[in-house]
């Protein structure tokens, strides 16, 4: 570990996958004015666009992973324990190796992911930099993707590993807090998982009866289902990976659903526009107004 | 009517309700040309703002409509059958006058207020400008509120005023489509009324109990709910006004939802995927990106 906690200058950084979250680390990773960053992909396709912005751009885990002392896996949560047996059977990092990542659930990654880093001698931290978007690949990468973003650390019993990876979020502009896995999964099942699939559901029953009806959609169901243009492997990957934490959010989104119909059918018109009234001020209180979305 | 439909120079719009809809037609129709333009409100208070831009800004229903051969009605759609009774009294409009609005429901309107003004023997044609937001009040107004934006025209038995209030969209740059009210209502239902309550149910799903999580919402969650943000009391109206038709879109909804618990309870990942992926393809054949949002 560099002596300087918050010195990234002279870090040796390899990040395991290409995508929006990867690339954008790469870019900001440069923009940070780290000297050496490798980045590594399934196949030569996935890397070729990153390439030309890193120092090595490989399909080959071992020399991607070759003397860096900051490692970040990139990929979809239920790649991550094969990518950990790889890199843990090569072992070619720099003896102050911190592994970090960016996956969505952190629970999974915890109990299948840290504990094989762990065997290998080498500190895992968890990380959620909660930055992600509808949009996936380099293509969408952008060098401040993290600026002003939540990002959610869930530090490792070793308390410099973890300052360390702290130091390194907020070096790229993020906001962190430091959280347990468990609370983590259930708070991201909440406000990010559970607006994935009501999107999806929401998108159903609109165009799934004549999705010629989208000629008269405005901008309200457009911003209501964009997040289900999310890769549906990864989503996949994630739900099934938090499916505890979400299945009683989904429970409560089917029972809010019915407490409308139920107001509605019996023409409780004062019901009806309590719940709509505590709907705009819990946005209100709670919700500002979102960034841009991206151009 | 004027000679010629598609000049609306020498028009005479009364406008009633001084809202986001018709604070915009305000702005609209000065950045069009037209000389005389009034615009009433229920309190002076209502007024004040939009009064600047307006020849008359009035709380006196016959003082607006005097002489006028254009009007509007941009107040929520419970409250159109008193003003047509109102407006009706006075009957202080020109001989050449017709009536339309930018009502979200339009049965209930076809119904309830077109025969009143039939009775008083002035043509009323069904508007619905498809340009809402969630966000009220002249100080949202905005003069190309309504260019691009789909707007529905209900034919009435008038062919001529059916062409002049498709006219006066088009003049505005609407993309007008005729429609029948049922058909209306239908869709609007499914693109438009759904959302708002699927918006609130998240919310509910997503904050109601613990609203603390909200510091951990990205752009996906504050998206998806963007629409609760609109008036309660509004959004009452519609909702009660079109409850026929959007009753059965959130059995849609709740059935939606149910499939997905049912897939991750029973762990069915392949069909989990499937559902997510058709959702994408959805919305990526049908709802093309957004316009960027109001500033």
Chains 1, 2 share one sequence.
Request: aromatic fraction near 6%.
């Amino acid at each position: 570990m560099a002596d300087n906690a918050h010195d990234f200058s002279s870090t040796r950084l390899a990040i395991f996958g290409p995508g929006l979250l990867g690339g954008s680390l790469l870019l900001a990773g440069r923009a940070l004015g780290i000297a050496d960053i490798r980045i590594w992909g399934r196949s030569e396709r996935s890397i070729a666009e990153a390439a030309p912005f890193a120092d090595l751009a490989t399909t080959d885990v071992a020399a991607a992973a070759k003397g860096a002392d900051f490692l970040i896996l990139c990929v979809p949560v239920e790649a991550m324990p094969a990518l950990a047996v790889d890199l843990c059977r090569s072992r070619s990092w720099a003896p102050t190796a911190i592994v970090t990542d960016v996956g969505s659930v952190k629970g999974m990654v915890m109990r299948h992911v840290a504990p094989i880093f762990a065997q290998a001698g080498v500190d895992f931290v968890g990380s959620h930099p909660m930055a992600g978007s509808e949009r996936a690949g380099f293509a969408q990468a952008k060098a401040d993707l993290f600026v002003e973003a939540p990002c959610i650390v869930v530090p490792s019993e070793n308390a410099a590993a973890t300052a360390r990876v702290v130091a390194f979020w907020e070096a790229l502009g993020s906001r962190v807090t430091r959280m347990e896995a468990a609370r983590h999964d259930h708070v991201v099942a909440r406000v990010s998982h559970l607006p994935r699939v009501a999107a999806a559901a929401t998108l159903f029953s609109a165009l799934g009866r004549d999705a010629s009806d989208a000629d008269f959609a405005a901008n309200g169901l457009k911003d209501t289902v964009r997040v289900a243009g999310g890769e549906a492997p990864m989503w996949r990957g994630i739900l099934e990976a938090n499916r505890d934490a979400v299945l009683p959010c989904l429970v409560d989104l089917r029972d809010a659903i019915d407490d409308f119909i139920e107001l509605l059918r019996r023409e409780d018109g004062a019901g009806l526009e309590k719940r709509l009234a505590e709907a705009k001020a819990l946005r209100a209180q709670h919700l500002p107004p979102r960034q841009p979305p991206l151009p």
